[in-house]
């Protein structure tokens, strides 16, 4: 596996009524694409917003490529390349598309840095393009979804981190918003993903995290995760045979 870009050690993190997380320590590997699963309530969430800084560990270290950012705002976060799409939808409805994605450059100064930027999110998505005239609101799910990958891609972030991307969509459109985020990744982004959806996360990504009340129970690449007796039967449902 390829060095790490972010590691997280030790984190001990709550909402002010107890630890939610309970030492919890991971690697992301550079430029893969890591998922994390777990039964609700799990702290999949919670790492994420550990990791963006909207929560202040307690204990524990998370660095980027060595810089701390435990302490760091989640400005200060964003600037360093690590760019969150939260587990709801968060388009503004009322804007167009486009509108939408012109507001993940806000940080750039360089208006013309910005339609740079937008240039090459519609080249990396062009069916965005398409819709770039229409209301946010009156895209489905999926659609939705993909802008919200688009307008993340505006920072042109080191790390993504997705949270449940998959949440409400169909089977067959589950598949093209995977294939989007392997798109980042080919792209260059690394990505951690935490997904609902554990068998199909685990499939599409180099290396697992499988998370249990506030710990991580077991790491390795997506397929060890997979093949594992316990995990299969804990939470895939039945492992997956070895081939
Ligand atoms: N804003 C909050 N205030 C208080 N408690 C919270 C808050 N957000 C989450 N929690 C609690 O922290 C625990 C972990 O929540 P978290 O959202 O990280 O889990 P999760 O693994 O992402 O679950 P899910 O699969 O349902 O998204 C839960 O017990 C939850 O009730
Ligand atoms: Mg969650």
């Known amino acids: 596996m390829s060095k790490p870009l972010l590691t997280m050690e030790g984190i001990v993190a709550g909402y002010g009524g107890g630890d939610v997380l309970r030492g919890v320590t991971f690697d992301v590997p550079e430029g893969k694409i890591t998922c994390v699963v777990g039964p609700n309530g799990a702290g999949k969430s919670t790492v994420m917003k550990a990791i963006s800084g909207l929560l202040k560990p307690r204990l524990g270290t998370i660095t980027l490529r060595g810089e701390k950012l435990v302490g760091k705002s989640p400005r200060q976060i964003l600037d360093l390349g690590i760019v969150q799409v939260p587990q ?13 994605i012109d507001l993940g450059g806000y940080t750039i100064k360089d208006r013309s840095k910005v339609s740079k930027r937008a240039a090459a999110v519609y080249d990396l998505f062009p069916q965005v393009r398409g819709w770039a005239q229409m209301k946010a609101g009156a895209l489905s799910g999926g659609q939705q979804r993909l802008v919200e990958f688009a307008r993340a891609l505006m920072l042109d972030p080191k790390l993504i981190l997705l949270d449940e991307p998959s949440m409400g969509l169909s089977p067959m459109v ?6 989007a985020a392997r798109q980042m990744n080919a792209n260059g982004a690394t990505v951690l993903l935490v997904e609902q959806n554990a068998r199909a996360g685990l499939k599409l990504s180099h290396h697992g995290v499988v998370m249990e009340n506030g710990t991580v129970r077991l790491a390795g690449t997506g397929r060890e995760v997979l093949e594992h007796p316990e995990i299969g039967e804990l939470y895939l449902g039945g492992a997956v045979k070895k081939a």
């Open 88 to 100: 709801n939808h968060s388009l503004f409805k009322d804007m167009t598309v486009h509108e939408n």
């Open 174 to 179: 589950l598949k093209s918003v995977f294939d």
